[in-house]
């Protein structure tokens, strides 16, 4: 189970006195995720085989959380702020938002989260940032921006959620507004440093109401019926005006016609990139999984073309068993 021997500062964590609802009755919703994954599992060399973090209550018995906590789990446990284990099942990991959903396998017998809006949030607000645990594992966080962001591993949200100060166990954390509505789940830590060349600690969040649209699917069929997307195995970042390839997911389709690490990719299907935004929305606009993605790529002073036949992600992946 996850260690719940650390706490937050008093000076971060929030004072009940400060809500107009029961905090800690609403912390009580947040529950801790632990999955245990097998070591031959295709994300087991990148996220580990032991994983923990938290989850939000949204239906009775369904647990919101950051998908990369369950993706391919062999076992999974809730844990409520009490102490009980329940065990429960991946039931549904949506690539595009990054969400998981865990269907519980016992009775939780804890009230669920109301979705809130984050539409209007720009800026400013204060909310609560909750991994499990109650209180001892709560902070006062703000908005401090919604922005674009695009992850290594051919990801992109349009508007993500930035609060500060960061959340040192952040994965899955709810984000919790001034009205006791989840606002979203916690994926990463960032940095940014200020114009004094500060560093600024910031956890991204994925908003709700990215889940709204998708979630009745996912609750009934584990997935949505939008055919996946082209996916690559490549793992790159922005180095200048290009795109540096990092590494390359062992097996994965950008690695078989010979995409290396170092690589520099400068186009997709003749059109010039130059952001990791830019690079993944070019391939997906191919078409669907399967499509021919043509990437122009710098190599020792020499342009290149590489076509990369593209797959769908889920299908390198374990699916989830129910025990």
């Known amino acids: ?29 947040v529950v801790g995720v632990t999955t245990s994954v097998p070591a031959d599992a295709f994300t087991a060399p990148v996220l580990g085989t032991e994983r923990a973090g938290s989850g939000a209550v949204i239906r009775d018995g369904l647990v919101l959380t950051i998908g990369y906590l369950i993706t391919e789990a062999e076992t999974v446990w809730l844990t409520s702020a009490d102490g009980r284990a329940i065990p429960g099942h991946p039931l549904a990991l949506d690539q595009e938002t990054g969400f998981g959903l865990v269907q519980a396998l016992g009775r939780l017998n804890l009230p669920p989260f109301d979705l809130g809006d984050p539409a209007a949030m720009t800026g400013g607000e204060p909310c609560v940032l909750a991994a499990a645990g109650g209180r001892h594992h709560a902070i006062e966080t703000t908005v401090v921006g919604r922005q674009e962001f695009a992850g290594y591993w051919e990801y992109v949200l349009d508007d993500a959620i930035f609060t500060a100060p960061a959340h040192p166990f952040w994965g899955g954390a709810a984000l919790i507004g001034e009205d006791g509505k989840l606002l979203g789940v916690g994926s990463l830590v960032v940095q940014q440093s200020d114009e004094d060349g500060d560093r600024l600690d910031m956890n991204m969040v994925v908003p709700v109401d990215r889940l709204t649209p998708v979630l009745d699917d996912l609750a009934m069929y584990g997935g949505t019926d939008k055919p996946p997307r082209p996916w690559l195995g490549i793992y790159a970042a922005e180095d200048g005006d290009t795109i540096a390839v990092g590494s390359l997911a062992t097996g994965g389709p950008a690695e078989r016609p010979g995409i290396r690490k170092g690589d520099r990719i400068v186009g997709v299907r003749g059109e010039p990139v130059s952001s990791l935004a830019g690079l993944w929305r070019k391939i997906w606009a191919t078409g669907v999984a399967g499509a021919i993605v043509t990437l122009q790529v710098e190599r020792a002073g020499n342009r290149i073309e590489v076509p990369v036949t593209s797959a769908s992600r889920t299908s390198f992946l374990r699916a989830p068993r129910l025990h």
């Open 1 to 29: 189970m996850a260690s719940t021997d650390w706490k937050i500062p008093q000076e971060l964590r929030p004072d009940p006195d400060d809500y107009g609802f029961d905090l800690d009755r609403t912390l009580q919703s």
